[in-house]
């Protein structure tokens, strides 16, 4: 009678029925009972071994069953019960009855514990022990399955054991002759991919079997333990590779457990179709495969390779250091190109040819020289690396829109110009490469519609304009010590709104962030130094940030400020007249710089914006806003700073506007 | 069948154990069975329902796993009477998913989707009459009074799918884990008398992370673009 035409839905009742197959040498859906029978007298075949002796000798088969089975529990009757019982459930099979098990669906009538009693009796266990023997199915006969005496609150009403065809009990007694170890305990393969797991099987059978031939015949058979999931993995792909059928989707489990005593556990390692796949790709590759094989089977580093594949990440073992000497460039570009970075390359290999390029003294050759220079001395190699970018881009071999291109957060405002995730990238081709090989500076893109592109156009543009040459401070060595807010108050206020500056400036805690803007400042500005800035047009924002509605509050309480003082300068001190040049010549030039002068300003302002206009009209101009509402940030920040630059932004844009109009600079923020 | 009762829950933890695995610890299926559903679903009703009076379809998903050191009170069948072991309790390391995911709002976002052809039933996931809990009895669920609606649904042949459970047939191209599931469990019809398994077959469930591609029978799309299969206990 044929028992199963397909494989069931437990791993371990699916491992033990591709472990007969793989003896049987024939599939599942011819196996019937008789064979069965027959590999459980004979299961190699060779009139030599039985599948008693065998699991008697077999160091996983407590593992599997604890020692508390028949089997190793019962010198007097425990072997004749274990040969008697299998042997009368395999040749009393059945598939109709009013029972279903649970584990594979099969139908049946006589259950286990009837073997079982059986079964005693006929071997002449003592009667009056029979009652009190636990026969009920538990983890001795199907591991960790629990029990009624342990687990009991884990099985139905705590009462029944779980509903299971003997013949399945009798099945699993085969899986200890496909018993290899993952993480010290067993292996189980799970996959729906069934061809891959009865082949992964069917090896470990053979491994099983040349160990258990080999020894004496009552000798122990140790586990097999070399193996790690680098190893099966490996096996897999093998497996994969030579299928004629190509797989898309091929996941699979692997179970580490084991039923040994108190010590019973398990955990699954889930290998999902992605990481097969991109696994798949590199070992395809003949040029790539001798690689792929040796770092799975390198127990010190595959758990680390494979973590960081299935997750996407940068992996340390490709990179050269003082044990290995990396991959090859074309391995890393592939590994590079699966993790998603394959945009980067380019421009990687392309800053590497440019920091070979660059005249370093015997010092910095030797710094370059380390496998490991971009960690030893983070400080030192981004100074390297930017030196060699300005040095290029004074050449024209390095476009700011290329330094934007490899932004660490390009997204990120105010502008952030690291670049530091490319250090690991630039150093492994500094390394790899050699003077031969060509290297193309790769094509300028285009980041005007990104966020980044349109944030540093801003400040292109407003340098274009300027007449002073105040950029010039930006080119040298020291350009990082380089207020941007100047320029910016005096050529920025013609074209752009207060909050658009602010935002690309100012962080949410209102602290003023340019190092990374100087950084782009200046490799555009050594770009152009032999030739005229370009005159760009008003660029637009419609990327850029909005500020927040605690920024936007203040800002328009400046602005209020700003339009209150405006009015009390034309309509109180000059009458409803104003004049262009004196207020410049008054207000915009004489602008205070140091903190307590800024806050007397305030106050004086404000007071005299009160008394003037009182004695004037009768009315009363007296500001709604206090001197220490602009004073102090939104924040709570004592920051007259931040106030003054921004009145004078407000005043600037105010004054800039007088030939078009005389009557706002509100901006209808409010 | 044109419209569906859609249903969302939400939570901080979940536990759909992966059955047959008792001793030592517990582990966790990548979704709940259609019989432990099934259950919240009496739950929400205030009694026991059966697998004929209801077709469902089902979408879950869970941001990390757990593991808990539980202690146990345990217990033994001595062939008459259950009654406490006698080597007293014992530690117990459980596995358990983390489903508290967060939207810009703060929200809580749904872990589980129910997608029933009992319309009629609004009102018991709008005012349930149990607690609903996935698991363990702390792994309580909520369900927000607007998640409960009419949805209309169209079949369709192929679509994308995950956070499921399908049943498993040889050949098929899904990735997955595969376990052996009863779609549901009856009570005998004496007190005590334990429980049957209701057709007990092969599922492959499939993890929310990997919408894979399927066409089978009982794929539907609802109005909001969101696909599902419908078991029907076939």
Not at chain 1, 417 to 439: C, G, K, N, Q, W
Not at chain 2, 110 to 115: A, G, Q, S
Request: neutral net charge; glycine residues 6%.
């Amino acid at each position: 009678m044929i028992l199963f035409k397909d494989y069931t839905g437990n791993a371990m009742l699916n491992n033990a029925l591709q472990t007969i197959e793989a003896l049987a040498g024939q599939g599942i859906s011819n196996i019937d009972a008789d064979t069965l029978l027959k590999l459980f007298n004979n299961p190699y075949r060779d009139g030599l071994h039985t599948l008693t002796g065998l699991n008697k000798r077999l160091k996983s088969y407590t593992m599997f069953f604890s020692k508390n089975g028949p089997l190793f529990n019962d010198k007097e009757f425990g072997e004749a019960i274990y040969k008697h019982l299998i042997t009368s459930i395999l040749s009393n099979v059945e598939n109709e009855g009013p029972y279903t098990c649970e584990l594979s669906g099969l139908r049946f009538k006589t259950t286990f514990e009837v073997f079982y009693e059986q079964t005693l009796r006929k071997v002449g266990y003592p009667a009056i022990k029979i009652n009190g023997k636990d026969k009920t199915v538990n983890r001795c006969w199907f591991p960790l399955l629990g029990g009624l005496g342990s687990d009991a609150q884990a099985l139905p009403q705590a009462k029944f054991a779980l509903t299971v065809h003997p013949v399945c009990l009798a099945i699993l007694q085969f899986l200890p002759l496909s018993a290899v170890l993952y993480k010290s305990n067993l292996l189980l393969v799970d996959a729906s991919n069934e061809d891959l797991s009865k082949r992964l099987i069917a090896d470990h059978v053979s491994l099983i079997k040349s160990k258990a031939t080999a020894g004496a015949a009552t000798s122990s058979v140790e586990n097999i333990k070399d193996y790690t999931k680098g190893h099966y993995l490996l096996r897999a792909l093998n497996i994969l590779a030579s299928k004629e059928r190509d797989d898309t989707i091929t996941a699979f489990n692997l179970w580490c457990f084991t039923n040994s005593g108190t010590g019973a556990s398990c955990e699954i390692d889930r290998i999902p179709s992605q990481l097969i796949n991109d696994l798949r790709s590199l070992y395809k590759n003949p040029s790539l495969r001798p690689t792929v094989e040796g770092i799975l089977k390198n127990s010190k580093i595959q758990s680390d390779f494979l973590d960081n594949l299935e997750g996407h990440l940068d992996f340390y073992g490709l990179y050269p250091n003082k044990n290995s000497d990396g991959v090859s460039i074309h391995f890393y570009e592939a590994y590079q190109r699966l993790i998603g970075n394959g945009e980067r390359l380019g421009y990687a290999k392309y800053v590497a040819h440019l920091l070979s390029k660059e005249e370093w003294n015997k010092n910095q050759h030797k710094f370059l020289s380390k496998t490991d220079a971009p960690t030893s001395d983070y400080a030192l190699y981004k100074s390297m690396v930017y030196k060699a970018l300005v040095g290029a881009a004074s050449r024209k071999e390095w476009h700011w829109a290329h330094h934007v291109s490899i932004l660490n957060s390009p997204d990120k405002i105010p502008i952030d110009s690291t670049i530091s995730r490319m250090y690991r990238m630039v150093h492994f081709y500094y390394s790899a490469l050699s003077a031969e090989d060509d290297v193309v500076m790769p094509a300028i893109p285009d980041v005007s519609n990104q966020l980044i592109g349109q944030a540093v156009n801003v400040f292109f543009q407003v340098m274009g304009e300027d007449k002073r040459n105040y950029s010039s401070r930006w080119l040298g060595s020291r350009y990082q010590e380089v207020n941007p807010l100047p320029l910016l108050v005096r050529e920025g206020s013609r074209f752009y709104d207060l909050d658009v500056v602010y935002a690309l400036l100012f962080d949410l805690e209102n602290r003023q962030i340019a190092y990374g803007l100087r950084d782009i400042l200046r490799v555009y500005l050594n770009y152009h130094h032999n030739s005229s800035l370009p005159q760009l047009d008003v660029q637009p924002t419609n990327l850029l940030p909005i500020p927040d509605s605690e920024q936007m509050a203040y800002l328009n309480k400046l602005r209020d400020f700003a339009n209150e003082y405006v009015a009390y300068y034309r309509d109180g001190r000059n009458k409803g007249k104003l004049d262009e040049a004196k207020f410049r010549q008054h207000v915009l030039l004489p602008m205070r710089q140091d903190n307590f002068q800024i806050s007397q300003w305030l106050n004086n302002v404000t007071e005299n914006m009160a008394g003037e206009i009182n004695k004037l009209s009768g009315q009363s101009f007296a500001s709604a806003l206090s001197s220490e509402e602009l004073l102090y940030d939104y924040t709570g920040r004592y920051n007259p700073a931040f106030a003054r630059f921004a009145l004078e932004y407000l005043l600037n844009q105010f004054y800039h506007q007088l030939t078009l109009t005389l009557t706002t600079v509100y901006y209808g923020n409010a | 069948m044109n419209e569906v009762l859609e249903v969302k829950f939400d939570g901080w933890t979940t536990t759909p154990r992966l059955p047959f695995v008792l001793s030592g610890n517990a582990l966790c299926m990548t979704v709940p069975s259609y019989s432990s559903l099934l259950g919240l679903i009496g739950c929400c009703l205030g009694r026991i329902v059966s697998h004929t009076e209801v077709q469902f379809g089902f979408h879950y998903q869970y941001s990390t796993t757990g593991n808990d050191l539980e202690t146990r009170q345990r217990l033994e069948f001595d062939g008459r009477m259950v009654k406490p072991h006698a080597k007293g309790t014992d530690a117990y390391k459980r596995e358990f998913h983390v489903v508290s995911t967060t939207d810009s709002a703060g929200d809580l976002q749904p872990c589980l989707t129910l997608w029933l052809n009992r319309i009629d039933w609004i009102d018991y996931f709008r005012y349930p009459i149990g607690t609903p809990a996935l698991g363990r009895s702390q792994d309580l669920l909520h369900i927000r009074f607007d998640s409960v609606k009419i949805m209309s649904v169209e079949p369709v042949s192929t679509t994308n799918v995950g956070g499921c459970a399908l049943p498993f047939k040889s050949g098929m191209q899904v990735a997955g884990q595969l376990v052996q599931l009863a779609d549901a469990y009856e009570e005998y019809e004496r007190i005590g008398a334990g429980r049957k398994p209701i057709n007990p077959r092969v599922f492959i469930n499939l993890s929310h992370e990997t919408n894979q591609e399927v066409t089978m029978a009982n794929l539907f799309r609802t109005s909001e673009g969101q696909s599902f299969y419908l078991h029907n206990w076939q």
